[in-house]
């Protein structure tokens, strides 16, 4: 009888040694487990920062890699500039507008655009039914000497006008095949503006100017990009009196 107790005492003692056992095993499996989610969750979110500053510095690094428009000064650049820029603007997309319009979805025409807002010409430009129009890109107006810009700003219906004027000739939509048997045309101001073709380069107002992309259509004009905003002779001397030049 004593012999079966102590029998039973061992077996009783040794079953719970086994599941204390078990129990602190599984206790250790979890917290194996759970130590390994846990490194896995913080190498999940350290990746996922490393990718979102990854691509932070990536478009941070392509908006400080542009160029400015006004920096876009060769032919080369420009067409490239024009192309990648809003369907609207490049040299294909311009052809559906009329000529202010069209411009002012080009990327390399922006100061244009903003004079010719400015002096109120919007409409008197897309209005016209046939123009030929040299057109002064943004790195054309940064070689402007500032104290000219501004006072053409500031007389909005005269200088201004006078200024644009001298770039636009009305009543024909000119080729630059058109522009190699000439030697002056007619201005919107009734000014007359020099140019001079020799073989595929052409020059405007004795050389001050320079086309760079020629014979691009709008609906009711055809443009040439140009490297030197040009000042009619009387105006220019006006304004050099004026700046003090």
């Known amino acids: 009888m004593q012999r079966n107790l102590k029998w039973k005492g061992a077996v009783g003692l040794f079953l719970a040694l086994s599941l204390t056992a078990a129990a602190c095993g599984g206790d250790d499996d979890d917290e194996a487990t759970d ?17 979102a500053t990854d691509d932070t510095a990536t478009d941070s690094g392509s908006a400080s890699g ?4 006004a920096e876009i000064c060769d032919t080369d ?4 500039a024009v192309e990648g820029g809003s369907e609207a603007g490049t040299l294909a997309g311009m052809t559906d507008d009329p000529v202010a319009t069209a411009a002012s ?7 244009l655009t903003a004079a010719v807002t400015e002096a109120n010409l919007v409409d008197t430009l897309n209005s016209a039914p046939a123009l030929t129009v040299f057109a002064p890109t943004d790195c054309a107006f940064a070689g402007v000497d ?7 700003m500031a007389d909005p219906t005269g200088l ?5 004027g001298f770039h636009v000739i009305p009543g024909e939509q000119l080729s630059s095949e ?3 048997g000439m030697d002056s045309l007619e201005t919107f101001t009734g000014a007359t503006l020099p140019i001079e073709v020799d073989g595929d380069t052409i020059t405007l107002n004795d050389g001050a100017a320079t086309v760079l992309v020629p014979d691009i259509q709008t609906a009711n004009a055809t443009v040439y990009l ?8 009387d105006d220019a001397a006006a304004t050099a009196t004026t700046s003090g030049m």
């Open 35 to 51: 130590a390994g989610n846990d490194t896995a969750t913080t190498e999940e979110s350290s990746s996922d920062t490393t990718m």
């Open 66 to 69: 542009a160029a400015s428009s």
């Open 77 to 80: 650049a420009i067409v490239e």
């Open 105 to 111: 979805n080009n990327p390399v025409l922006t100061t």
């Open 146 to 152: 500032p104290a000219t810009l501004d006072a053409a």
């Open 160 to 164: 201004l006008t006078n200024v644009l």
């Open 178 to 180: 058109d522009l190699a």
């Open 226 to 233: 140009i490297d030197e905003v040009m000042l009619p002779a």
